[in-house]
């Protein structure tokens, strides 16, 4: 749990993912409850590219934020986090991502919520590769992991970040769709108290 109470919250949403997700919804919504600043930006697809525009939005989040991030976006946030020294919480996260893209290569995707097309190459996976943090300080993470998870293996998210604080949901898929439920603990270990039940997500959402 954070020393002092976050100054805001950046949420990074997972590969070919977007500001639209359910899960940055659910984000805006519970820092709105507690008037908390928050960023939920629409990442490029770069992985280079990402941290850079994330890096950016620190400043604004004041001195000390909460991150967050789902799958590829857990991987950004934890080199953010090492390198600024922040606490984070991690959602299914992609632990060998570089690995992972290898697989995609050449691989035509379209983004549902920009509606851009692209295509995975070699140098996503060197990205990955040079950005990948020697090691990880397990002690600032909170991991939040579906046992049931269909695209990435909980066990190995479990074995890097070994002492982190860990949540597993029996059964929980990669999409991690009861998020809703977990929110107070996200935000605890931000040092805020959100009540259960408390978070609305409006309709332009």
Known sequence: ??????SGLLYLHGFNSGHGSPKAALMRAAC??????????QLPHRPAAALQLAEALLEALGPNPLLVGSS????LVTCLAERHDHPAVLVNPAVRPARL??????EAFINE????????????REELTALTPRRVTPERYLL???TADETLDPADAFALYRGART???????HVFSMLEAYLPAVLAHGGHRLAP???TIPASD
């Open 101 to 106: 893209v290898s697989e995609w290569v050449g």
């Open 167 to 173: 949540l597993l949901h029996p059964g929980g898929d």
């Open 113 to 124: 919520h920009t509606g851009e097309r692209f295509v995975v190459e070699t140098a996503h």
């Open 197 to 199: 039940g408390r978070v």
């Open 144 to 146: 939040l992991l579906g």
């Open 32 to 41: 709105a409850a507690l008037a908390l600043p928050c960023e939920t930006p």
């Open 1 to 6: 749990m954070a020393a002092r109470p976050a």
């Open 72 to 75: 590829m976006g857990g991987f």
